[in-house]
């Protein structure tokens, strides 16, 4: 039983425009969430978190949304670059726990 | 501040056989946690170390195993190697509880 999906696993978009990548979650339980960025050949980097308490965090070119009622949380990436072309993973946590639950992932390819 | 690393990098060994991976932390990181990458099942929890202790476990058998030392380096062994073994195994490594995992470049297992 998969807990955090990503249902999409490919998305593409053009330079300069926003790219949207979304994760649902079907713990209740959660309560802190990341997103990664993962190039081949390498471990995941963290990009951005957010903690159930909010339901925005910006950093950067980098936004996710917290929507706790639909289990949801999306990242935004405005303007998108060709060095964002990666794998992006969605992560969950509970209760202060290091155990992190991921989705399968979206590979974002930035065409310029 | 060095990053997380893991030795080795690649890695090929046959059916039957047993591997020990070895992973040092960030420095002053005291939280380790390792993860198996497939293409099938994504990136899955194995076991988390804080101050020698395992204090989480994920849903994998007995043949996968771990420990920490005093200097917070961590090693995991897989006993009885078997051909669906075969994958990316990352090590991650955290300040403590809600601080971000910062993830290791992985070792690429290959079980013939």
């Known amino acids: 039983d998969q807990q955090v999906k990503q249902n999409s696993p490919s998305l593409s978009v053009q330079e300069g425009r926003i790219s949207i990548l979304n994760c649902d979650y079907t713990?209740?339980?959660?309560?802190?969430f990341l997103w990664y960025k993962k190039y081949p050949a390498e471990g995941p980097t963290f990009l951005i978190s957010?903690?159930?308490?909010?339901d925005k965090n910006e950093d950067g070119r980098f936004t996710v949304f917290l929507n706790k009622s639909a289990k949801h949380l999306s990242l935004h990436i405005v303007p998108s670059q060709p060095g964002d072309s990666a794998v992006y993973f969605c992560a969950a946590a509970q209760g202060g726990s290091e155990k992190l639950v991921f989705g399968k992932g979206t590979k974002l390819t930035v065409n310029p | 501040k060095a990053g997380v690393t893991q030795t080795p990098r690649y890695l090929i060994k046959t059916r039957g056989q047993q591997v020990t991976l070895s992973c040092s932390p960030i420095?002053?990181?005291?939280?380790v946690s390792w993860y198996q990458q497939t293409p099938g099942q994504g990136l899955q929890f194995l076991f988390e170390?804080?101050?020698?202790?395992?204090?989480n476990k994920g849903n994998f058998p007995g043949r996968f195993s771990g420990r920490q030392f005093s200097n917070s380096r961590s090693e995991m062994n897989v006993s009885t190697l078997e051909l669906g073994d075969s994958a990316l195994y990352l090590c991650?490594?955290?300040?403590?509880?809600?601080?971000?995992?910062?993830f290791g470049p992985g070792t690429r297992l290959l079980v013939l």
């Open positions: 713990n209740s339980m959660f309560d802190y």
């Open positions: 420095s002053g990181h005291r939280s």
């Open positions: 991650a490594s955290t300040l403590g509880v809600l601080e971000t995992q910062y």
């Open positions: 170390y804080f101050s020698e202790t395992q204090r």
């Open positions: 957010i903690s159930s308490i909010k």
